[in-house]
Every structure is written in structure tokens, then in C-alpha cells.
């Protein structure tokens, strides 16, 4: 996979996803690591487009913690 060739806000989103797998001391990354990072995205269009479909991202991100832990 080149990672050169993704966008800069996806090596952003995967760094990100990394780095919340390494501080739960997790040997790999999946998609609960990778959404944590796209919710907890603060400039990023995850956030916007679900509140356009009136999805609240905080339970999301309750549910999602709960189960990185």
C-alpha cells in the first residue's frame, strides 16, 4: 500500500487510527480505531455528514471507547 498516495487528511485519519490503537496498547489497527479518529476529527467531514442525517457522534464515541477498551 502506498501511503503517499492517499490525501492528507486520510494519512491524517490513519495516523491518527494508530496512534489511539498504541495507546490502547493494541497490536493492530481496525475500524473501531479508525472511526474514533474520523469522529474525534475536528475539521474533518465525518462529523458534519452525520449530523446531516441527524446521527449524533458523542454516543458513537461512547459506544466506540467501550469498545476499545
Known amino acids: 500500500?502506498?501511503?503517499?498516495k492517499f490525501t492528507t487528511k486520510s494519512q491524517e485519519a490513519i495516523q491518527a487510527?494508530?496512534?489511539i490503537?498504541?495507546?490502547h496498547d493494541h497490536q493492530q489497527v481496525d475500524a473501531a480505531h479508525l472511526s474514533?479518529?474520523?469522529?474525534?476529527?475536528?475539521?474533518?467531514?465525518?462529523?458534519?455528514?452525520l449530523g446531516q442525517v441527524g446521527i449524533l457522534?458523542?454516543?458513537?464515541?461512547?459506544?466506540?471507547?467501550?469498545e476499545l477498551r
Open 1 to 4: 500500500m502506498r501511503f503517499d
Open 36 to 49: 474514533y479518529a474520523l469522529l474525534k476529527d475536528d475539521e474533518g467531514l465525518v462529523v458534519p455528514i
Open 21 to 23: 490503537a498504541q495507546e
Open 57 to 66: 457522534p458523542k454516543p458513537l464515541l461512547i459506544l466506540i471507547d467501550a
Open 17 to 19: 487510527a494508530l496512534q
